[in-house]
């Protein structure tokens, strides 16, 4: 059974920084590319970033050079550590995977999501 199961959201102040996880277990993680994708209260999903197998990475305009998505194929964890944070990145973080090793075909299974709240 595939399971994505995400963790360390919190409350931050603007400025703030914080790291999350998500746990992969019930496939081969390093074959997949993942992503993060989050969901502000009363808006859509919007892709934050991802990570190909090979290691390439893509970032939102809204979040580049202030996130960076890694992952940890030895401990099947992948992470999306966050500074500089700001009030517009309060949202429900969630990370996907996709069926093969780019995201263009989408994503397959999803993990439950994080909340990330940033406010003074």
């Known amino acids: 059974e595939v399971r994505l199961v995400e963790s360390g959201g919190g409350l931050v102040q603007p400025g703030g920084s914080l790291r999350l996880s998500c746990e992969a277990s019930g496939f081969t993680f390093h074959n997949h590319a993942m992503s993060w994708v989050r969901q502000a209260p009363g808006k859509g999903l919007e892709w934050v970033s991802d990570i190909y197998r090979n290691d390439d990475t893509h970032y939102a305009e809204s979040t580049e050079g202030r996130f960076t998505i890694s992952r940890d194929n030895a401990k099947n964890t992948l992470y999306l550590q966050m500074a500089s944070l700001k009030s517009e990145d309060t949202a429900v973080y969630y990370c996907?995977?996709?069926?093969?090793?780019?995201?263009?075909?989408?994503?397959?299974?999803w993990g439950q999501g994080t909340q990330v709240t940033v406010s003074s």
């Open positions: 996907a995977r996709s069926p093969e090793g780019v995201t263009d075909t989408g994503f397959d299974y």
